[in-house]
């Protein structure tokens, strides 16, 4: 049998396969000054990015099933979405105030950030990265309903679409329409039909399978 010998003393290490861009040589740096500066410690930034990607639309989804299931919840929410998050468990991560919109059967709302990317992490975790994209932030403004269309969603003519726009300082959840045939689901149930693209309001949730009888 070979034998291999290992000498730490002449490893490099591991190599990147390419350079850091320049937004990501800029971040570190700025990241490597406050840390520099006692400005905020060196694991603050990770720990803050491991809070961030633990978030999930799994999150937002119980929400919208409590709406559902909650007449008095719902009316909350709509009224002071904040307020009625905190009610289950849920803070936001961010000092932009939170609306959330519903979807009826007159009106239609899609969600898009015009600027940027602004979005509520907090029930939704990372954005997508088509909702980040120039061409779905431009296209959702001129032809929303050929965007949806694309999702799959094909709306009817007499439905109102709204465009709302979410900022710095304002933040939009789509509270969906409940999928027909979910009565009696409980809220655990609703909640699996709820998608991310719904309450962004690009599709509508999902239909619940109905067992055939024997």
Sequence with gaps: MREYHHDESEHEGIQPDSELSLPARRALAI?????????IAADEVRERTDAYRSRSPSDGAKVVAKA???PA???RLLDDARAAVYELGYTLT????LAVVENTSEVHHLVVCTLCSCYPTSLLG???????SFAYRQRAVIGPRSVMREFGLELDDQV?????????????LVLPRRPAGTEGMAEEELA???TRDSMIGVTEPLSPKIESPA
């Design 73 to 75: 919840f719902r009316k």
């Design 68 to 70: 559902w299931t909650d």
């Design 31 to 39: 990241h490597e000054l406050l840390v520099e500066k006692g400005i």
């Design 192 to 194: 699996a039909l709820v």
């Design 160 to 172: 109102q679409v709204r465009l709302v726009d979410s900022t710095a300082d304002l933040r939009y």
């Design 126 to 132: 990372p954005p997508p990265d088509w909702y980040k």
């Design 94 to 97: 961010h000092d932009a105030e």
